[in-house]
């Protein structure tokens, strides 16, 4: 089910301050959601979870998830730059790119993050650049080779991301010449699954990996990161996975292959499932238009929130102060973009809707705003934190048409 945690009472609350559309954000849901992550994998005493930064690239938001002692994960040198500018430095951030740049690479040694590496030629470039620390974590693509320990993972074989578990040994050997003492791994096999055996499958595969190359190079396996890719409930008949399962479906793995040991980190980084749903994009119907189908046109579109344009995506949308109202009415509800897919929802059956309502598009908390470009020279909007306190806080002006010519030279 989608979130409906927050009432229309606390939308209200933001329209008095702010004009539509924004992003607001619940401080509370996304404490509490990561609160139950930390519980469930509770017992790993090295568990961290790293959120992934890309999922909501804000400031306020990633000091609320350090406070409740999350790393980050970086995926650029821009997301490096927002961690130092936080605070944040050595094991506080992953830093996991694919096609990494030297600098990048460089960058992230300076800042001492843990480096994933997608790929064995990565190792000369970072041992050119940057070096070659005592830890480093490698990014595993179990392609069908996975299918040893399950037989979910072949969909890895068209992914551009990892090694091939055939090359891991021969890298690690490389690295270790050049002075790595530990090592982790990392798997992303899955996206926006609400089914837990493949997220546990591949938690199997990367400890049995693990613990054989271990065995095989005579480094310490230090950690097993567990990447994101957990899914949240967009669709009302969408059910939410259930993290202390999949914990304990982990934690059963774990022992299995390491048996009593306990020395394992266990890292995550998850983004929509912590931010995802404690994300609402509010936006104003200021169009009705009546053709072959009915339309009703936003002040917001495909450039606030991509997802439902480029994957068909699905966001609930609520009609304020309509709760209750039959949905005896079907619509597209549509943005301004010149693009026939700029569209949030198709044939939707919706309550009535009068220029001037208020639509709250739900679970919007990751990939969203951040995924967010200016085709049409349409504007990225603000974001707003609702915090725990019931307080409202700009934490991202909208755009202007300065911001736009910014990197325009007009003269
Ligand atoms: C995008 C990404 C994540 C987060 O994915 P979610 O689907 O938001 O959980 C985590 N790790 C890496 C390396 C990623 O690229």
């Known amino acids: 089910m989608p979130n409906f945690n927050l009432s229309d009472s606390v939308f209200e609350g933001a329209l008095k301050r702010f004009p539509t559309p924004f992003y607001l954000y619940d401080e509370a849901g996304i404490v509490k959601t990561v609160r139950d ?19 909501l690239p804000n400031p306020e938001i990633l000091k609320i998830l350090m406070k409740e002692g999350c790393g980050l994960d970086c995926s650029s040198y821009t997301e490096l730059l927002m961690a130092q500018k936080l605070g944040a430095q ?5 830093f996991s790119a694919n096609a990494m740049p030297a600098f990048e690479l460089a960058f992230a040694a300076k800042l001492k993050a843990t480096i994933n590496l997608d ?5 000369e470039l970072l041992h050119q650049n940057g070096g070659v620390p005592d830890l480093l974590s490698l990014r595993v693509n179990p392609g069908s080779e996975g299918k040893g320990h399950n037989n979910i993972m072949g969909g890895a074989l068209d992914a551009k991301f990892g090694w091939m578990p055939s090359q891991i040994k021969e890298g690690l050997m490389t690295l270790k010449n050049l002075g790595l003492k530990r090592f982790g791994l990392h798997a992303m096999t899955v996206s926006n699954t609400l089914n837990r055996d493949p997220w546990v499958h591949s938690a199997s595969y990367l400890f049995h990996l693990g613990a ?24 009302p008949e969408d059910k939410a996975v259930d993290i202390q399962k999949i914990g304990e479906e982990v934690r059963k793995a774990y022992q299995s292959a390491f048996g009593g040991r306990q020395d394992v980190r266990l890292f995550t980084e998850l983004g929509r499932f912590v931010t995802g749903p404690h994300g609402f994009l509010v936006a104003r119907a200021i169009h009705k238009k009546e053709i072959w189908r009915d339309y009703i046109g936003l002040d917001a ?31 597209d509800v549509t943005g301004a973009l010149c693009e026939n897919n700029d ?64 990197t325009l030279n007009l003269d």
């Open 37 to 55: 992550v930390q519980s469930a994998f509770s017992w790993n005493k090295g568990f961290k979870e790293y959120y992934a930064v890309k999922a």
């Open 90 to 94: 050595g094991e506080d951030i992953m």
């Open 119 to 123: 790929d064995r030629s990565d190792v």
């Open 212 to 235: 054989e190359l271990e065995k095989e190079t005579g480094l310490k396996l230090d950690f097993i990161n567990l990447s994101g890719g957990l899914g949240i409930p967009y669709k």
């Open 301 to 331: 579109c495909a450039a606030n929130l991509m997802r439902p344009a480029i994957y068909g995506a699905y966001h609930h949308i609520t009609v304020l102060n309509k709760k209750d109202a039959p949905k005896d009415k079907v619509y």
């Open 343 to 406: 569209k949030f929802a198709v044939n939707r059956a919706l309550p009535e809707i009068k220029i001037g309502d208020v639509l709250v598009i739900h679970d919007a908390g990751a990939h969203g705003h951040s995924m967010g470009y200016q085709y049409n020279g349409r504007l990225r909007s603000a974001e707003i934190l609702y915090t725990a306190e019931g307080d409202y806080r700009l934490i991202r002006r909208a755009e202007t048409p300065e911001d736009y010519f910014a």
